[in-house]
């Protein structure tokens, strides 16, 4: 993803860090949201606008780029959707929430696709760092060849830190017995690899998980259709709407053409006429720093909520 332009904002909200001793491990299959952020996390690189600014001097922890975890207490086994930037404190916060807690890698990363919020948290795995042993790396096919014949990436296939395994569009993978996950592609900038959403399916409920796509009319699948299939919806929040980045006092244009994404308003607008029990299930996600439903005090995040929608954050769990 690129540099984002940043309008003014007088405010932001700073989350206390959660300490591993306030983490109760879970018991049940379920999801935790591990990061809420668009690929270059908050504060963004070459900001100066108060959305950013103060961020440089006092860090906000909790704001990590988009990623979710799956649990599954039965069998011991965790896995982690996208590997971020952030992905080392990420993969602890896994661990913390596990019962089992013998180890520090989950038993499998699934990717979306080739941005660089999105992979090159696997970095992490080379010698360099922890030099892990052959942890299983899901992704499609143009995705996996990317990661074989490109370094850093191909060092980590060569030296077995990870051990790719190819997905197929629309075809099931059983995770463990408690969990599934359903692969399928969605329309984005597609440079180097496909860009899939997924269908994550656990005992009783199923979750929707797309952090990226162009607009939802390029999509094949309605996506009220989506939505009326699972129990939670996590969807592309990056923007609030166009004012957000085109800000006559930025000195850097933006055009929104280049950077497509299905605004805010345009989803509440999309499904403005859903009952009340389908616009619960929607958690938007993957904020650009810009987005003000950043700040919990904000009208565009009081309007999200007032119209019965939700906002993903950080550490949240939801049973499957």
Same mark, same amino acid.
């Given at each position: 993803?690129?540099?984002?332009?940043?309008?003014?904002?007088?405010?932001?909200?700073?989350?206390?860090?959660?300490?591993?001793?306030?983490?109760? @491990?879970?018991?049940?299959?379920? &999801?935790?949201?591990?990061?809420? =952020?668009?690929?270059?996390?908050? @504060?963004?690189?070459?900001?100066? +606008?108060?959305?950013?600014?103060?961020?440089?001097?006092?860090?906000?922890?909790?704001?990590?780029?988009?990623?979710?975890?799956?649990?599954?207490?039965?069998?011991? +086994?965790?896995?982690?959707?996208?590997?971020?930037?952030?992905?080392?404190?990420?993969?602890?916060?896994? +661990?913390?929430?596990?019962?089992?807690?013998? #180890?520090?890698?989950?038993?499998?990363?699934?990717?979306?696709?080739?941005?660089?919020?999105?992979?090159?948290?696997?970095?992490?795995?080379?010698?360099?760092?922890?030099?892990?042993?052959?942890?299983?790396?899901?992704?499609?096919?143009?995705?996996?060849?990317?990661?074989?014949?490109?370094?850093?990436?191909?060092?980590?296939? #060569?030296?077995?830190?990870?051990?790719?395994?190819?997905?197929?569009?629309?075809?099931? &993978?059983?995770?463990?017995?408690?969990?599934?996950?359903?692969?399928?592609?969605?329309?984005?900038?597609?440079?180097?690899?496909?860009?899939?959403?997924? &269908?994550?399916?656990?005992?009783?409920?199923?979750?929707?998980?797309?952090?990226?796509?162009? +607009?939802?009319?390029?999509?094949?699948? @309605?996506?009220?259709?989506?939505?009326?299939?699972?129990?939670?919806? =996590?969807?592309?929040?990056?923007?609030?709407?166009?004012?957000?980045?085109?800000?006559?006092?930025?000195?850097?244009?933006?055009?929104?053409?280049?950077?497509?994404?299905?605004?805010?308003?345009?989803?509440?607008? #999309?499904? #403005?006429?859903?009952?009340?029990?389908?616009?619960?299930?929607?958690?938007?996600?993957?904020?650009?720093?810009?987005? @003000?439903? &950043?700040?919990?005090k904000s009208k565009p995040y009081q309007q999200v909520i007032e119209k019965g929608f939700n906002t993903a954050e950080i550490n949240q769990i939801l049973k499957l």
């Open positions: 993803m690129v540099l984002y332009g940043c309008q003014a904002s007088n405010n932001h909200q700073t989350s206390a860090v959660l300490q591993p001793d306030l983490f109760t @491990p879970l018991t049940e299959t379920s &999801i935790v949201v591990l990061g809420t =952020f668009q690929d270059a996390g908050s @504060p963004q690189i070459g900001c100066k +606008k108060d959305c950013c600014k103060d961020l440089f001097i006092q860090p906000d922890k909790t704001r990590r780029v988009v990623s979710l975890g799956l649990i599954d207490a039965v069998n011991h +086994k965790n896995f982690i959707i996208e590997a971020t930037p952030d992905f080392s404190q990420q993969a602890k916060s896994l +661990k913390w929430l596990s019962v089992f807690d013998n #180890k520090e890698t989950p038993d499998g990363i699934l990717l979306t696709h080739a941005h660089i919020g999105h992979y090159t948290g696997l970095m992490y795995l080379g010698k360099e760092a922890m030099n892990a042993d052959s942890i299983p790396v899901y992704a499609m096919p143009r995705m996996k060849t990317f990661l074989e014949q490109n370094g850093p990436w191909s060092q980590l296939v #060569k030296n077995k830190n990870i051990a790719v395994q190819q997905m197929t569009d629309q075809k099931s &993978i059983q995770l463990t017995t408690k969990l599934k996950i359903i692969p399928f592609t969605v329309p984005h900038r597609d440079e180097f690899s496909e860009t899939v959403g997924y &269908i994550i399916m656990g005992p009783t409920k199923k979750a929707l998980f797309i952090p990226d796509i162009d +607009k939802w009319e390029k999509w094949e699948t @309605p996506i009220i259709e989506a939505i009326a299939k699972v129990d939670y919806a =996590f969807i592309d929040g990056t923007f609030f709407d166009a004012a957000e980045i085109n800000n006559p006092q930025d000195p850097v244009g933006r055009d929104m053409s280049t950077i497509p994404h299905p605004f805010i308003m345009e989803s509440m607008n #999309k499904f #403005k006429d859903l009952p009340t029990t389908e616009k619960n299930k929607i958690y938007f996600i993957h904020f650009n720093h810009t987005n @003000p439903v &950043i700040n919990k």
